[in-house]
């Protein structure tokens, strides 16, 4: 297989099927999650459980004092990697052509350079944060297989994409091939995997809230 | 006109400027140093202009750098052909155009006089024979 | 066909100064990005250069290459090479035809078997070879048979470096490229559609002065195919800076702007149009507005179209998104349907026990 094949069956078919895997595979999650239900809450409610519920999904993002002294190097090392990829993934124009390829929708994108120098970081970043689950004692009991994968499939990009766009190594073609193969791969892993917290986080921030909104508390 | 010397076509847009490379202060050094080594050793030395990322700009800054001196002499082979000494003695700029007037080659030589300048022995072997014939021609119709 | 004289010679008998001569090793050695101290050199071993025979056989092809070719005017000099190169048979460009001129062909072979130049345009039938022939001969037997005795082989242009046109799918006549076939001599692929008329003349020279030149993994030379478009274009600095064309002739387009989102092929495409440039160096297609088409690597007529960025994916994916969410819907209700009722079948025979029961196991 040629190296322009290969580009062409990552950008073909194999594209259409990592789609399919992961859109199916997030909504059956998120359908799962939904028809489960709750059980009734039949005491009388003393707040609004949907403002709860909306305030908790945006306060959510700002850490509470107390995690952040318990592990605050898991917190700031989070929110870096976190934007990066927020920022690597949705502001680079090529990545913005797929979006609108597929959604129709499209916005401004960020100077390559800057973003160049944002993978970098993150990358860093996503190091720092592997180094630290082997060497800190709880981490390290708690990890799995699974996490240490989800790992692998979420720096995978990233280093491919750096690759591709410095060109290093082999042919254009193949490096922007491996990089979308990349991405396919932690799209077909995303819904059954931790990764699906992209979309459950705002049903779990919805419901903690909720919750607590009904009965009138702070949340 | 662009970098080649043909006229910039009136529909093209006017090519944005690309930002400098700074490999011209590092060109003139390289000029200096065989200059210097001209004259310890008799060392000769030469330049070739395409190698060397210009923006467009720079390079007429450069030629503008290195100005005209005493010597310019336009060449006739298989299209013209400029050699011109610049303000700095030993220091020849070598243009290369083709019958089109498009450059082909563009040099700067350090040396006493660029070869290309000097008459070739084989050019000098066939003119000879020309001469040779035109003379034996004239003593027999004499 | 005299192949006593060599290059040097023939340019004395024409005229040529060895000033001339001089001046074309510099702009060659120039050309082919050769350091200066290459000129001396170049010119030694081209004016020792003896008439090789070349044969130059057009397949499945337009005459895109040859007319590239013939509109070479770097310099004269390469026109006088292909003059003392002792064009022994060009299907195109030569007067005679039918049987004299396949008996020139047949003559030039054995008279320089084993050392005669094999230049290929055109792709070629591998199967049915009823699709193209000469003079009654198929291509492929052609080929196999001119390529036995040939010392190399340059395959010019991306149909007989690839396949090119004639492959692109459906492929009807089953066009294979020239290495597809010939497995056992040195091949130098000239892809381009058509190629650069200098890197056409450049590699042949090339080829004549020091043999067979450094080639990459598509066996292209790599001192005119070793870079990519985007690596060498005037519009990269607009590409880092985030700033691209969105339609043609829009805004950005009009300010020179970045033609990624156009399609422009650039990045994957090797050749040397963004450095030589096309009419002796007037211009290349991203310089006058359009996207590259990637046209000196294979399979461009079916690399997804000439239009869609690169970044793309080639299929309808929100159509794909939508079914596979529907999929999901379905499986999703199927599949929380069922885990109600293993809850709810649950709590129902939830036994409850009692510290009756449990005094009663004690």
Known sequence: ?219 | MTANGMPAPAFAASAPCAPPTGNLVPLLHEIRHALTRWLEQGEEHVIDLRSIPLAPGEEDSLLEQLGAGEVNARLSILGPSDIIETRYPGAWLITHYNENESITGRFIEVCEVPGILKSQADDIRAGLERLEDQLSYAETTA | MSKDKTLGETLQERGISRRSFLKFCATTASMMALPPTMIPVIAATLEKLRRPSVIWLSFQECTGCTESLTRSHSATIEELIFDTISLDYHHTLQAAAGTAAEHAREEAMKENHGSYILVVDGSIPGENNGYSTIAGISNKDMLLDVAAGAAAIVAIGSCAAFGGIPKADPNPTGAVSVSDLVKDKPIVNVPGCPPIPAVITGVLVQFLTFGLPELDQLGRPAAFYGKSIHDRCYRRPFYDKGLFADSFDDEGAKKGWCLFKLGCKGPTTYNACAVTKWNDGTSFPIEAGHPCLGCSEPDFWDAGSFYKALSIPTGDIGKTAVYAGTAGLVAGAALGASLRARKQSAVKNHERVTIDDLDQES
């Open chain 1, 1 to 219: 297989m040629t190296d322009t094949e290969f580009l062409l069956w990552v950008r073909g078919p194999a594209f259409n099927v990592a789609t399919f895997i992961l859109c199916a595979g997030l909504v059956i999650r998120v359908l799962e999650i939904f028809l489960l239900g709750r059980k009734a809450n039949l005491a009388e409610a003393r707040g609004s459980a949907a403002a709860g519920g909306l305030r908790t999904m945006l306060r959510r993002f700002i850490p509470d004092a107390g995690s952040f002294e318990r592990s605050g190097f898991t917190v700031v090392s989070g929110y870096i990697f976190h934007i990066g990829l927020f920022i690597v993934i949705f502001l680079f124009v090529p990545h913005i052509l797929v979006f609108e390829s597929a959604t129709g929708l499209s916005w401004p994108g960020l100077p390559s350079n800057i973003i160049d120098a944002t993978n970098v970081v993150t990358m860093i970043a996503l190091l720092a944060v592997l180094i630290h689950r082997i060497k800190d004692p709880v981490m390290r009991m708690l990890s799995e297989f699974n996490d240490y994968l989800v790992w692998f499939v979420t720096i995978l990009p990233l280093i491919t994409g750096y690759l591709a766009f410095h060109r290093i190594g082999l042919s254009a073609a193949m490096l922007i091939g491996l990089h979308i193969l990349s991405v396919e791969l932690l799209m077909i892993l995303f819904p059954f995997t931790k990764l699906s917290h992209a979309f459950t986080l705002w049903m779990a921030r919805w419901y903690n809230g909720a919750i607590a909104g009904y009965k009138g508390v702070q949340s």
